[in-house]
């Protein structure tokens, strides 16, 4: 298995719901990432596991609550979010090798806040 | 500061002409460059990266230490490379762990 999934491809939540956005890889990658990406924009990170720890939070509002149960799996709990977090969500992933620094992009989750 | 650039927000260019897409980037030391490119409703993927020296589709890249460019060039454009692309940086940042620095994309539309 060489990609990266994400489930649900689209969620459409209201400001007081709490959801979860999954993402998991089987390609033994040791480095795992949350990105939100805004229409015609890069994406922008927001999270990165390396070994199951959180090495990195840019700054990410407490609604957005990033979790890695295993090594294969990241998930992004939400609550209380807010109409202008509506964005295309990008999971991905990396192997931790120094000789290699690419990552591999799931097709993300639509979110909608209403 | 680390940082890419990409000048142009749309290239527009009939089928069959060259094509280059300009990336420069910003960074102390010693990068990994890479393309991605996003077909309409499809994942970001990997479409270079310059280590490799290889070429994809038709693109190739070469990475310009001196005038810190990492442009991506195809020498005729075909329609289904309509998409956008995104040049992006990577290295061993402190704290060992590696981050992609993106820059703002360019549209490519190819045109009959």
């Known amino acids: 298995d060489t990609e990266v999934t994400q489930t649900p491809k689209h969620l459409v939540m209201g400001m007081t719901n709490k959801k979860s956005l999954k993402c998991e890889q089987h390609m033994g990658h040791r480095a795992m990432y949350w990105y939100k990406q805004k229409a015609k924009k890069p994406p922008e990170l927001m999270f990165v596991?390396?070994?199951?720890?959180?090495?990195i939070n840019e700054s990410v509002p407490s609604r957005f609550s990033p979790e890695c149960p295993n090594s294969s799996l990241l998930n992004l709990h939400l609550h209380a979010l807010q109409p202008e977090d509506s964005a295309l969500y990008l999971c991905?992933?990396?192997?931790?090798?120094?000789?290699?620094?690419?990552?591999?992009f799931g097709p993300g989750t639509r979110l909608t806040v209403t | 500061a680390q940082r890419v650039t990409q000048p142009e927000k749309l290239l527009s260019v009939f089928k069959g002409a060259p094509v280059e897409l300009k990336c420069n980037y910003s960074?102390?030391?010693?990068?990994?460059l890479f393309w991605y490119v996003q077909y309409s409703r499809q994942r970001l993927q990997l479409l270079l990266r310059?280590?490799s020296r290889e070429s994809i589709k038709g693109f190739t890249a070469d990475l310009n230490k001196g005038e810190t460019s990492f442009h991506l060039k195809k020498p005729f454009a075909q329609e289904e490379d309509s998409a956008m692309y995104y040049c992006?940086?990577?290295?061993?940042?402190?704290?060992?762990?590696?981050?992609?620095?993106f820059g703002a994309g360019t549209r490519l539309a190819v045109h009959p």
């Open positions: 991905a992933s990396s192997p931790l090798r120094a000789s290699s620094y690419e990552q591999y």
């Open positions: 960074y102390s030391g010693s990068p990994e």
């Open positions: 310059h280590i």
């Open positions: 992006a940086l990577s290295g061993p940042f402190s704290g060992g762990y590696n981050k992609l620095i």
């Open positions: 596991y390396s070994y199951e720890k959180l090495s």
